[in-house]
């Protein structure tokens, strides 16, 4: 770590300091520039005791990490781009995959519709919530396990892998006995004891980016999932919250390119809740592609006008056929199939 | 609710959202004005189907709210101003507590050294973490439930009540056994399983504000408790994320006097995670209890340059023996005790 | 506009909020919900006085407008999008206009040497700062009107026409004398004066994004340069201010499709503010094309690491090269040109 | 500066980086670490060239400053706390000073009323808008140089200095001409043009904070008025743009605190700007009392439903007197008068 000291501290203070980066078994290595002394502590910033403490003394200015926080995660561990086995639909490699379906299982019928509607017009991995976190507790929280029978006879019936939201430690086993992929919503993207259930159910897992998480925390609540032993990490860039209020959220597509840029794992892209408006979905979806997101997870639903949950986000089966059809001539721009 | 329909809609596209409208039991009043028609549904919001997801009709322009989302913590519910008992150190009433203590329960002798110093100084509640969520699963993750025992020696031998956070659902028994008020913290103040299992304790409850939460989501976050039929919920402003990055975060002090006005619960500020820097826990005080705090959260260290978690915002002892002197006439002018 | 009433209001304040209305030109309406009064003022909320300041009142809980504050740059004034002609080259057309230079205009040698590369690579446009909007008073602040020499010279040697800053009043004409688009930067999307000052000038202007400006602010300072008589008008998408620290701004993608879809100006990307690093810019470019842009402007210099300004997010001349080769499949997928 | 280089670069990699920096006059200081190497540029990073742009080299993971970038606003430069004489009013001192009046000079009458009676309740200078920046071309802008001639009858009548905006450097010197106080509004506080104009006036400056701008690029604002010659420099906390939507900014009270402890400057506090809505105007100015502000800026109209502009913040004449009376024990607990 780098410890700047103000302008003007006595040779005494800079050697207090000294004397306590050692005692946390740092080597220290004192630089002094035309105003300010800046003291290196050399040892790894990821097994020694963090340093930023240091701020509260009164003649240190800044403390800076010199390291990245994290390693598993990161190119620097593995340079090779993972691909993510989800049965035989593999994430992250040369095919973008298309992970689609309504925000939440309602009833068979709407289900079914949909699964079949969107099996056809191209998707490969069928989604939908049977637990739903919602900000509201007046509002519908999901078909809950019918939900997943659901889901599981419509994969039966159509054959895609399913991906479905786990909110709660107590769902983890029940839930990674039906989909193939977990989700971890934003609103749980910070809650590290479900990352640690989920990663410990073996199934892959999708990690959305929370409402104000930064890159860097992100990558971190990866490693969560990496260093409890499961490889399967996927990254889902679905917006961030910001002052804009035309969207629902702002979707950092600069993001999906930072991360695949900082770590191995695979980046899906929510246009559905990125933008939170159907009239939008269809653009961002090819920006998305562009950028270079491994797959999409697009919100649909037969009828969005009444649908039980993110209606406004929701587009119907023409619209996601639309969607197939003008995201083609960009998958191929981008060389992917 | 009120729906804003586009300018230059035909006869028939209006037509076409009053049934909809009516499909789902509201009645329909329709205002034409002078470019665009307005309808009007009425019926209570909280019990019919959200209307927003019309959103998606090409002919719709907006769709408004008029009822407030939540209701048992509001102040129409119950206006007057709840008083939370936590044994007999009552929160919400006249006098101001102060809840004082380590970031993290590090050692006995920490703990006892900070519960001893806080109390002498006036603090009248204990805080300590003993489950701590870290962004990175490298960083110390707290004592387990050996902090809570020791969190509990440091009640027995000095009388304060003590809170600490719940972080996951499995422990909500085991902490419910040794806490006096069970926090939530940030990073879980959207994880409605665990509002809904901290509630069914029985015990008080304080919800931080989330990191990106809106003063209306936090409300509703509060009724996830209420609704679970524990009355006793305290909510706490500990900084919002914004751009500004001299503060860790950003502390919002009119967010205490919004929610005062619009709940009766009773709401506590946290200035050490509100700016993130102990040289500006003193200032941020006094402007709490100018605003209307009926409590404050204060993180105190017997050495924070050595604290294993968030040193930089820790106040040392003597720093908080200043506190607790420089807020007393800020007190007084507040009225309060 | 919409007026919502608290709960529990007698009739006589209802009264006194309609004769208020109504004193304001306004025609009433009233609609009695389950729980809250619903007043509709019925007039042009354009011409009218707002009513957004019945909300001092105690009986008014929400005061909702009805109609858009724009009206010159909205789709509802104009549905075909407009071209914007620059010298012989129409911005706004089938064809994908690219805009490339230095950040600052640094020497003859640094300008020419760009000019004639970036036109090389495909540029159509030449982009540079004579006068610099600087954050602190001791960094370089441009060659000012010598620098608008060299760009007229390049313009000379190269035909490609020339967008640069404005960012005082007193300039205006001075630089509409050498331009061919005046750029108004994101510190002055606000400054209304410079917006009217460049307007009056009869030039295209093109707008950037303000920092933490709304796509409603947006559209509304656009429609101050419409007002003033100048139809040649572009928007520039150049990221907003968030709380994320790995890129320097976050672009805001969806914005484009947003404004397009609300104006029929001609909108523009700037990757390279943007993100302010060159690593992303190709990657962000490529979305940006997909996304429904109509030119982008690239920040382009011999030797960025010795730049004058904002060195980190200029590519070289091989980076440039190698951007215009990667986007183009892109362009084709998008039907441009 | 510091240069932190990747893991694994080679030592010809370190050498050429070494070359560059001292290329541009910083002799360099060489650290291993246990995975990266740090380069350390010795020199004066206010007067030598930027070394950020060196990011964009391959080997380089990281570029940070050491020293700060303001000298002037600094207590580095001037420890003792800056009083900044307006008339016979001093501003910083032991006093603290209101500023109240209209958002915008609407009448003789409207402004002589508010006038009186703020004068009567306590106040020490008068506020009032001549030329107004409104973010819609279509709404009122002010009576502009009628406006001064009634702030300056105002003066006469009451004897109060006045402080009014200044929005075009055109109008720097006849707005001099009127006023005392010379205003920069947050949509201009990056408009370095007009800070310049209004530092050349030789009047005092008071430079509200941008919507989104950084204390840092704040205090930067203010080192344009210090480096122009003129030493009478105000801060005013107006609120920040944020997620947040209950309050139209979310005022950044510990940024008060934060500029007090970095700068030797005043600090006004602007509650009415702040929050936008006038239930929280009272509240909030005891905090800023309570924090350390010098001054407030209370915005107030005998009539606020019918103003101008801003209605919704506008306390009226007894509000006004209510907030006065209520902030006087803060302002004695504070020690101030």
Redo the contacts between chains.
Sequence with gaps: M?I?LK?GVTEKEIQAVIT?IEKQDYKT?V??????T?I?A???E??H??L??????EQVE?V?R??K???LVSR?AQPKSSVVPVREVPIGGKKIQIMAGPCSVESESQLMETAHAVKEAGATILRGGAFK???????FQGLGEEGLKLLAKARDETGLPIVTEL????HAEMIAEYADILQIGT??A?????LIAAAKTGKPVLIKR???M????WL?AG??IL??RNPNLMFCERG????????RN?????????VK?ESHCPVVVDPSQ??G????VI??S???????ADALLIEVHPN?????S???Q?V?LNGFKKLMDEIR??I???GRE
């Design positions: 780098i700047v302008a306590e290595h630089m002094h520039g035309v105003e300010r800046v290196g050399i040892g790894d990821r097994t005791r963090n930023e403490s240091l701020i509260t003394w800044q800076m010199v390291q926080r994290y390693k620097e976190p919602r900000t509201s507790p007046y509002e909110l709660s430690q107590d609103r749980n910070h809650n590290f004891q479900l929370g409402l104000s930064k890159i860097e925390e971190l490693e969560y260093s409890n961030i919250r910001t002052f804009e209020t035309y969207t702002t979707i950092d597509l600069a993001a999906v390119a930072a840029s990125g933008v408006r159907s009239d939008l653009a961002v090819k920006a998305a592609i562009a950028i270079g969005p006008a009444e649908a039980w993110d209606g406004a929701q119907d001539p960009f191929a721009a981008a």
